[in-house]
Every structure is written in structure tokens, then in C-alpha cells.
């Protein structure tokens, strides 16, 4: 479902103080000020933060508040517009509207153009989360006229989004595209990148829906390079997933898993437990349309342990039922029923048609793998009578509002997220709560020493343990104090060596040998976690890697060859760079191969992570049969990446136990 990216960019050009004033702080200055201006300031700076965090008795600081500013006819119409959207952030809409009118009142338009076009805004906001969708896009085409007569571009510009919303909303996706279209033009016209990201998102995700998935994708990669600058790990991890999910509706599978794991890499990133789940939930969607049922089920039960940390309960409803499922499709009729009991418990307290469409979906396809016709009829004729039920024109703007539930209040945090990142580039804090803010941070370091001795103390012990160990292989080690070890059918290993590097060594110094080694095994380190590969181990001069584990993906071949490439590049630079500083070169040698392995952690004080078979032995003879600045694959990887790379067949080698083997160089992309 579509995620409106437009509260970030209202916050942006309206906050004037930072969310994180310590309300504490502001409560024993307004105790200690007299009736005027100051303390005004104070209530307006207090009602800002609690519209976004509202206390449980906002009357007890609204009222003094309302009362002083029109007592001293100064700041009523800032004191009402934040009264408004702290029962609005509420839910209490009517309470909202009434103080946003009493705002309006306080505005003409002619003479307050930008105040006139902010409440209107706000007010159209109070009847969307309503769903009196007609009410709020009467406000927000206000608001739009006003900023397109006064050509004030960036508020027209979130007009503009503030209408696709709604028509959103409605299931009109034609007509927000659109608003969207056009909210693009302004950015484009401002140069401002991180609205062009946000329009360019939104018109996507009108295009997916529109069944239009090749432009979709198109605009999703149009605002990448903005969000990576910013950092926005939140919104790339969305943007990779979605991209992942329109290459999926034009059945381009392995398209759509390597933009999964580049979303999960973000969400990572951003420690978004609900991204990460729900990067593994889309994995568990490619894999369950291309019906490879085993996969589909690890994924979804890795999604459901993310989903689990955040109590996620839509979420962890909707994957218990695809989980049940999947079993279903494996034969596994005890374990199906064990996830469609776990959907149904967490479905119970949320009234979701879609929720109990899917799990019904599940229940009739269990009965008719235990033989029960009469009960999967029953289940099947209530699947489908409540399926159809959801695209009824009725009810299609109630199922869309429930739906974009979880979604609003998660864009809103990540609004607030966003918006603080911001701030602490951005603000001048004044000087009149410059000694609040002193004091909060003194408090602040008081607290975090106390509370956080323990909490700092794990954190590092994680961090370490991920230093040497795959994030699933750690996290299996947390649970169970040990870790099984795991047989993966096809994995690309890649070794590297350097050539003459006896020789080399004895004309360096220790110093210049360990750091010359630091330097390039260094980058070969960003390079691989780039490509999605894990590093296993170095030993002296060598480096070995390997993609498809410890989580299994079909780009495995491709994503090492990819890395290789760029390592390749490095190494030329590199060496050019220290032959103009006449001093010693490495020449690397690169090999590769394609096949199945164990993996798993050996030793017991100090752990390592380690694969084992012919295929790392195979790749280290392609490795040692490579020349220096080459790439040397194997056959079999070579059938595997093709279609992508030129390649150069230069004969066999003989293998133990395995006969003569295909090599070749690969000399570029294709």
C-alpha cells in the first residue's frame, strides 16, 4: 500500500524548536515566570512539543495558554493552531476542528496569504483522518490556489502531496498521480533532491498500483540518490522492497530478490525491526509465486521473529497465514495447522477483512489436504464471498483506510525520526532556553551513566560478536549458546592471492607489509558487503568470501563476479598509484566457483565462521590456475553469469576427484 511521504516535509518547513526540549524543563520555567510575553513563548514552545507527544490532560496547559495570548493579543493564532493538533494527534477530531476554525477566524487571507494556506492544511488533515475525504480535499485545493497564486513553490508543492493523499485514500490512483506529477515539477523546478525523492515515491507507488510496474520502478530509482545522501536508511530499505515488488508483478524474480536483500541491508542500517520483516516477508512472497514453498517458509518464519520483537499484530496475522500455507503446499498438515492457529490468535482483535480473507484462504486449503470437503467448501465459499466483499465499491474506502492504519503511524514516526536528524543541522537554538537546554543535557548524562552501564556493555559484546560472525549465525549463538552447522546446495566462493607476495615481503618492512595488506584487504571488505557477500576468513596473503549464505538468494554468481570486478579495479589503481611512488606492487590473482558447501562455526573459545567441500577447494584451484589481474571462473559459474559478463574460455584443469573443469577470464560486463 502507498506511503505518503508528506508530514516529513510539513514538519520541515514549519518547526521552529526542537521536539526534544525537555517538557520538565519548560514546566519549572512556566512556574517561575510572570504573566507576559516569556511565558507565553514558554506555552508556545510546550503546546509545539505535546502536538506531537500530547499529555494525558492537555486542557491543563491549552486553556492558561489561550488565555494569556489573547489577554496580551500576541501569538493566538500560533497558541490555537498547536491546540489544534495536539487533540488532533489525539484523535479527537472534533476538538481539533473546533480550534483550528477558531485559528482560521483569526486569518484573512488577503492580508496572511501563508497563515491562511497553514490552516487550511490542518484542517484538511482533521477531516481526512476522518475519512471525510470530500471535506479535506475542499481544504488542501485552498490551500493549493493560495500557494500557486502566491507562487510559494514548496507549500505548493505539499499542497500537491497533500491531495494525492486523499485521492489515495479513495482508490484514486489516476488522479493522484496526478497531484503527485505535479508536486514532481516543483521540486524539479527548486532542485530541491530530497522532494524530488518523495514525489518520485509516491508517483511510483500510483503506477504500482496502476499496474504500470515498469514506470514504477523507473521513478522508485529516480529519488535512490537523494535518500542515500540524506542517509534515509528508512525510506531506501522501503524503496528497494517496493521496487523488489513491482519487479516481482512483471515476474522478474531474481530482479526482485536482489533489491529484497539490498532492502534488508538498509533496514539493517536503520535497526527497523518492521522493514526487516517485512524485506523477508516480500522474499517469502517471490519465493511462494514461483513456488519454491521451502524457501517461502524460512523467510516467512524469519519475518514472523521480527514481526514477534515489535508485536506487530497485522503483520504477524498475515504471515502465520501464508506460513500455513506454504505447509499446506509441503504436506505438512500439522505444522499448517499450528500457523493458522497462530493467525487466528493474533486476527481476533482486528477487524480485517483482509486479515480473515487470507487465513480462511489457509483453512480451506488444510481441510482439503486432511480430506474435510464439506469444511474446506464452507471455509472456501466464506474466503470468497469476503474477498470479493473487499473490492465492493461500498466498502473499498473503509478497507483502505484500515490499511494504511499501520502505515500512517509508521511514516509518522519515521516523520519525526527524519525531522530531528534535521534539526541538528539546521536550528539556531535561542537564547532564551539556552539554560534549559544545559541543564536537560547535564540531567541527560546523569541519566544515561546510570541506566545504560549494562546496556553499553551488551551492545559492544554484540557488535564484536557481528565482527566476526554473520548477523544470523550470532543471533542463533545469543539463543542457543551454539550454532548448527547448515548445508546450502549452491553458493559462489571467491578466493584472492597475491602474486610473488614470498618475495615482496622480505623487501618491506613489517610495518609497511601489514598495513599495505590492511589497506587492500580493507577495501575488499566494503567491496563485498556492497555485493551482499560474506567474508569467511584471511589467511596471510589470501582472501576468502562467499555469497548465498548464511541467507540463501539467486544472485549469489552474479553478485561475486559484480564484486571481483571492482576488486579487480582497485587493485589496478592501487598499484598504478604506488608504481608512481616507485614502491613495491602486489599483482592479485582471483578465482571463483559455484557449488554446495557446510557451513558452520568451529572452535570454542575463540569462534570462527567456516565452509567446507570440493567447491572451496575448487575455487582455490581456480585461484592459483588464475594470472595476475585476472579473474578466473569456473565452468559451472560460468553458466550461472553469461548472460551478464564477457567471458574468455581458456581451457580445463584437472580437479581431484571431480575430472577436468572448465576455466574462464572474465573480461567485463556485458
Not at 229 to 252: F, G, P, Q, T, W
Not at 620 to 631: C, L, P, V
Not at 647 to 657: D, E, L, P, V
Request: hydrophobic content about 40%; proline content about 2%; charged content about 25%.
Amino acid at each position: 500500500m502507498k506511503k505518503i511521504l508528506i508530514i516529513v516535509l510539513v514538519l520541515y518547513t514549519y518547526v521552529s524548536y526542537s521536539q526534544n526540549t525537555e517538557i520538565d524543563s519548560l514546566l519549572v520555567e512556566l512556574d517561575r515566570s510572570k504573566e507576559d510575553t516569556n511565558k507565553l513563548k514558554l506555552y508556545k514552545n510546550l503546546l509545539f512539543i505535546f502536538s506531537f507527544n500530547p499529555p494525558k490532560q492537555p486542557d491543563l496547559y491549552v486553556l492558561p495558554a489561550i488565555h494569556l495570548s489573547e489577554r496580551l493579543n500576541h501569538d493566538v493564532f500560533e497558541i490555537k493552531l498547536h491546540a489544534g493538533s495536539i487533540y488532533w494527534k489525539m484523535g479527537l477530531w472534533d476538538t481539533a476542528l473546533m480550534y483550528h476554525f477558531k485559528a482560521l477566524k483569526l486569518v484573512d487571507e488577503k492580508n496572511n496569504p501563508k497563515k491562511f494556506a497553514i490552516i487550511n492544511i490542518h484542517l484538511g488533515q482533521d477531516y481526512a483522518d476522518q475519512g471525510n475525504y470530500s471535506e479535506a480535499l475542499k481544504y488542501f485545493e485552498k490551500a493549493r490556489d493560495i500557494n500557486q497564486r502566491m507562487h510559494y513553490e514548496i507549500a505548493l508543492a505539499e499542497s500537491y502531496l497533500f491531495i494525492s493523499w486523499v485521492f489515495q485514500h479513495q482508490g484514486n490512483y489516476i488522479e493522484s498521480s496526478k497531484s503527485n506529477m505535479a508536486a514532481l515539477k516543483c521540486y524539479e523546478m527548486l532542485q530541491d533532491d530530497y522532494g524530488i525523492a518523495i514525489a518520485s515515491s509516491n508517483l511510483a507507488q500510483d503506477y504500482m498500483m496502476l499496474d504500470r510496474n515498469n514506470e514504477a520502478i523507473l521513478y522508485f530509482k529516480k529519488g535512490l540518490p537523494a535518500l542515500e545522501r540524506e542517509k534515509d536508511y528508512v525510506n531506501l530499505s522501503s524503496h528497494h522492497r517496493n521496487i523488489a515488488r513491482a519487479n516481482m508483478n512483471l515476474k522478474k524474480n531474481d530482479e526482485a530478490l536482489n533489491h529484497v536483500q539490498k532492502s534488508f541491508y538498509y533496514a539493517r542500517l536503520s535497526n527497523d525491526k518492521v522493514s526487516m520483516g517485512e524485506g523477508q516477508s516480500m522474499q517469502a512472497d517471490i519465493y511462494t509465486n514461483s513456488n519454491n514453498y521451502q524457501e517461502a517458509v524460512m523467510s516467512s518464519k524469519s519475518a514472523i521473529e521480527y514481526f514477534r520483537e515489535v508485536n506487530a499484530r497485522y503483520l504477524l496475522a498475515k504471515e502465520y497465514s501464508r506460513l500455513g500455507i506454504c505447509y499446506v503446499r509441503l504436506g505438512k498438515p500439522e505444522l499448517a495447522k499450528a500457523s493458522l492457529d497462530s493467525a487466528a490468535h493474533y486476527s481476533k482483535t482486528l477487524d480485517s477483512p483482509a486479515l480473515l480473507s487470507n487465513y480462511l484462504n489457509g483453512v480451506q486449503l488444510y481441510d482439503s489436504l486432511q480430506g474435510n470437503w464439506k469444511g474446506a467448501y464452507l471455509n472456501y465459499y466464506k474466503y470468497v464471498r469476503i474477498r470479493d466483499s473487499i473490492y465492493n465499491a461500498d466498502n473499498t474506502n473503509k478497507l483502505l483506510q484500515y490499511q494504511n492504519q499501520y502505515e500512517s503511524d509508521k511514516k509518522e514516526a519515521q516523520a519525526r525520526v527524519i525531522q530531528e536528524k534535521k534539526d541538528i543541522f539546521q536550528r539556531t537554538i535561542r537564547n532564551s532556553i539556552a539554560a534549559i537546554l544545559a541543564g536537560t543535557l547535564i540531567f541527560l548524562v546523569v541519566v544515561y551513566r546510570q541506566r545504560n552501564k549494562i546496556s553499553k556493555a551488551r551492545r559492544r559484546s554484540d557488535e564484536l560478536l557481528l565482527n566476526i560472525l554473520p548477523d544470523e549465525v550470532a543471533e542463533e549463538l545469543k539463543i542457543k549458546g551454539s550454532a548448527d552447522a547448515k548445508h546450502f546446495d549452491e553458493v559462489t566462493v571467491m578466493f584472492t592471492d597475491f602474486k610473488g607476495f614470498t618475495q615482496i615481503s622480505e623487501k618491506l618492512t613489517p610495518s609497511e607489509l601489514v598495513a599495505e595488506i590492511d589497506t587492500c584487504f580493507k577495501a575488499f571488505d566494503q567491496i563485498i558487503t556492497k555485493h551482499n557477500i560474506e567474508k569467511i576468513k584471511t589467511i596471510g596473503d589470501a582472501y576468502m568470501c562467499a555469497g548465498g549464505l548464511p541467507v540463501s538468494n539467486l544472485t549469489h554468481a552474479e553478485n561475486v563476479v559484480y564484486a571481483a570486478l571492482e576488486i579487480q579495479k582497485y587493485m589496478l589503481e592501487h598499484l598504478n598509484e604506488r608504481n608512481r611512488e616507485g614502491k613495491e606492487i602486489f599483482e592479485i590473482r582471483i578465482g571463483i566457483h559455484t557449488g554446495p558447501v557446510v557451513a558452520g562455526i568451529v572452535g570454542v573459545k575463540k569462534f570462527a565462521y567456516d565452509i567446507w567441500g570440493d567447491t572451496v577447494n575448487i575455487a582455490s584451484r581456480m585461484e592459483s590456475s588464475s594470472e595476475a589481474g585476472k579473474i578466473n571462473i569456473s565452468g559451472r559459474t560460468y553458466e550461472l553469469v553469461k548472460d551478464k559478463f564477457r567471458c574468455r574460455y581458456r581451457g580445463k584443469i584437472q580437479a581431484k576427484n571431480k575430472g577436468e573443469i572448465d576455466m574462464y577470464f572474465v573480461e567485463g560486463t556485458i
